[in-house]
């Protein structure tokens, strides 16, 4: 697989590889975590929703400034360096059970993915600059994506191991391990990209850091804080409120861009904007991998295994049965299963939550030992499809293009929101299976939504990546980058502010229908866009 790349592939690969296992691993037990009420910190479904939203939006938001300082100041192996030991400093953090610590431990996640995420990506393009290396330059690009969705997919096994045999610490700490171990990868391949290294430095036209500073970034902070402080939460939290308010600046400031542009440009970067604006709800709807989803899988879904090994699964064991007799009539709740004798308790039994929608003929017997899969091993179904489906789409758009009918970009792009919100549909039939949550539901439905959402995110998400570079004027690219990634923050936003409706809603599908809409709205809006967008395409000579 490597010997016809360039020789610094297999360490940008692994590097990578070992940076998202320790990223996916924390996010898969991180709401989790924060909802556990014995050694993590008793929040409930909204509090814990919007925590996350919050943490993935800034983590998100953090590659542009990222970008800007390796292109101009750092250069690539300097930031990359630095990022991950950050991010590495700031998994080990986690270990300690003390909030303000959390949040100085996501601060270090959410500067150093900024400086990692972004350039690691940007080297490993430049290594195909090459002309023996210039036509590779999309399978290399395949191969490294390759490796983002191994560490995601395996690090989960490892982090159910960890925090169920001896706690969520250990499990932060192997996220660590696995980042520092990637910064030790990319240090040992260091020769083989010094020389791709190259700082772009300041060009005509570029503005300067003190300048985005002013104009983006202290109007940002300055609403942000107001935000914070205005009563009522506007938009249901602080940290909800805080985050709008700080995105307005930054949203006025890409208005002006259109605006402000040359002739030439306007239409070009009109198309950005508006397909910044629909992929918002895609990532809103997506991101609930690590919250409504992670919900679903925890408290919904069937994980009752037997004859399994205990390396992937924790047992639950009843707890004893209190004997003892009142005269009233029996109540079911979350927790507790009663049963009654001649109108009167007679016995109390303490059910572990998970066993709340469990057929009472189904329920296990006293002080029984039920072993269970971990809950945050269903976030390796997305990467588990990733690395099954991305051959079969790019040989299916392979076989297009050898018939000269291979969509448009922005096609792609407009399916890939339409198949996304097919994968609602998933859900809301899994809720009907599941009789609204009274019943578990098979995980085959879980592991079917996810199916359908990563087609729609094997059109979608290169796809924006590839549009941004098309289309972006020259002098301004890295500022469009900027937007793409703003986007995807403020979808990530979203995605928590979602999640936090999710004990709203009495009936779960609607929940779903809600998502369902949501992404039928962005892939018509898509859709009706499409003639204007390839229009576009077409006058920059491209397809």
């Known amino acids: 697989m490597w010997k016809k790349h360039p020789k610094a592939l297999p360490f940008l690969f692994f590097s990578e590889m070992w940076e ?24 409930t479904e ?19 400034l990222g970008g800007l300082i390796a292109d101009r100041y750092w250069g690539y192996q300097k930031s990359i360096i630095i990022g991950g030991i950050l991010m590495g400093i700031g998994y080990c953090l986690m270990v300690v059970h003390s909030l303000p610590v959390l949040y100085v431990a996501m601060t270090f996640v959410i500067v150093g993915n900024g400086f990692f995420k972004p350039n690691i990506s940007t080297l490993l393009g430049n290594t195909y600059t090459t002309e023996e290396h210039n036509h590779q330059k999309d399978e290399g690009y395949n191969i490294f994506y390759m490796g983002i969705n191994v560490g995601a997919f395996i690090c989960n096994f490892f982090g159910a191991v960890l925090y169920i045999v001896y706690g969520w610490g250990y499990a932060f700490i192997a996220a660590g391990i696995g980042m520092f171990l990637g910064v030790i990868i990319f240090i040992i391949g260091k020769q083989h990209y010094v020389k791709y290294d190259v700082k772009k430095g300041m060009k005509e036209g ?3 850091l003190a300048k985005i500073g002013l104009l983006i970034l ?9 935000g914070w402080m205005i009563p009522n939460n506007w938009f249901g939290s602080d940290s909800t409120d805080a985050f709008i308010f700080a995105c307005i ?12 542009a040359d002739k030439d440009e306007k239409r070009p970067i009109a198309a950005l904007l508006a397909i910044f604006a629909v992929v918002v709800l895609f990532w809103a709807v997506f991101k609930q991998n690590g919250s409504a989803l992670n919900t679903w899988a925890d408290r919904y879904t069937d994980r009752q295994l037997s004859n399994t090994t205990k390396e992937f699964i924790t047992d639950i064991k009843l707890a004893k049965v209190v004997t003892y007799q009142k005269d009233s009539v029996p109540v079911y709740d979350h927790q507790f299963r009663i049963q009654k004798a001649d109108g009167k308790v007679i016995k109390e039994l303490n059910y572990p939550a998970y066993f709340k929608n469990v057929k009472p003929e189904n329920l296990p017997k006293e002080n029984e030992e039920v072993s269970l899969w971990s809950t945050n091993l269903s976030q390796s179904i ?3 499809w990733v690395i099954l489906l991305t051959p079969l789409v790019v040989a299916f758009f392979a076989f297009l293009k050898r018939r000269n009918k291979e969509p448009s970009t922005a096609t792609k792009i407009a399916f890939g929101l339409f198949i996304s919100g097919l994968s609602a549909l998933v859900m ?7 009789n609204n949550g009274t019943e578990k539901a098979s995980v085959w439905w879980l592991i079917g939504s996810y199916g359908v959402i990563t087609i729609g995110e094997l059109f979608l998400s290169p796809m924006g990546l590839s549009l941004v570079s098309k289309l972006s004027p020259v002098r ?21 502010v979602l999640a936090t409706m999710w004990d709203s809603y009495e009936k779960k599908s609607n929940f779903f229908l809600l998502n369902f809409s949501l992404l039928m709205f962005a892939a018509l809006v898509c859709f009706i866009m499409l003639r204007w967008l390839n229009n576009i395409m077409k006058e920059k000579g491209l397809h």
Not at 24 to 42: C, E, H, Q, R, S
């Open 382 to 384: 997305n990467p588990g």
């Open 218 to 226: 202290v109007p940002s902070i300055i609403a942000g804080v107001i």
């Open 249 to 260: 600046p930054i949203i006025y400031f890409y208005t002006s861009l259109y605006t402000k």
């Open 206 to 208: 570029d503005m300067s």
């Open 46 to 64: 909204a509090e814990s929703a919007d925590l996350y939203g919050t943490f993935i939006a800034l983590v998100f938001l953090t590659p542009f």
């Open 428 to 434: 809301v039939a899994a809720v009907y299976a599941s």
């Open 20 to 43: 998202r296992f320790g990223y996916y691993l924390m996010i898969g037990i991180f709401t989790l975590y924060l909802k556990d009420v014995n050694a993590g910190f008793g929040m």
């Open 476 to 496: 301004i690219t890295s500022l469009m980058m900027g937007g793409w990634f703003l986007a995807t923050s403020i979808g990530n936003k979203l995605s928590g």
